[in-house]
């Protein structure tokens, strides 16, 4: 075995090490395969926002803790009402559609009609 012949299977081998490492760092979160490039972000953000808190000394840990507890039953309520906002918005949008075309055609009928007068 020559030189060059080795350095191509160490080189090979590191590669392979690589991978298998990334597969397994990557596995150890919550990965959804539905959306594993949504649930990686999510990952990613998750892990730079408790960075950021431990970096900054924002808040401690355990007052992080009691605040999620504390208030978890009114962000899931302000995420339901969102929700709710956003199916409302959805169908007032549908609605504003429906009566532009029908005061076009309005519009359209007395162009029409008033020619027709003078």
């Known amino acids: 075995m020559d030189l060059l012949s080795f350095i191509?299977?160490?080189?090979?081998?590191?590669?392979?090490?690589?991978?298998?490492?990334?597969?397994i760092r990557g596995a150890k979160g919550d990965i959804s395969p539905a959306r594993?490039?949504?649930?990686?972000?999510?990952e990613y953000l998750d892990r730079r926002f408790q960075?950021?808190?431990?970096?900054?000394?924002?808040?401690?840990?355990?007052?992080?803790?009691q605040f999620k507890e504390q208030h978890y039953k009114e962000?899931?309520?302000?995420?339901?009402?969102?929700?709710?906002?956003?199916?409302?918005e959805s169908g007032m949008q549908t609605l504003l559609k429906n009566l532009e075309a029908r005061l076009d055609?309005?519009?359209?009928?007395?162009a029409r009609k008033e020619p027709a007068k003078k």
């Open 105 to 110: 055609t309005v519009e359209k009928d007395l």
């Open 8 to 23: 191509i299977i160490v080189f090979c081998l590191c590669i392979l090490i690589f991978l298998v490492y990334y597969f």
């Open 75 to 88: 962000i899931e309520n302000d995420e339901v009402r969102l929700a709710q906002i956003k199916k409302y």
């Open 36 to 42: 594993p490039v949504e649930s990686r972000v999510d």
């Open 51 to 65: 960075n950021m808190i431990e970096e900054w000394q924002l808040v401690s840990h355990p007052k992080l803790q």
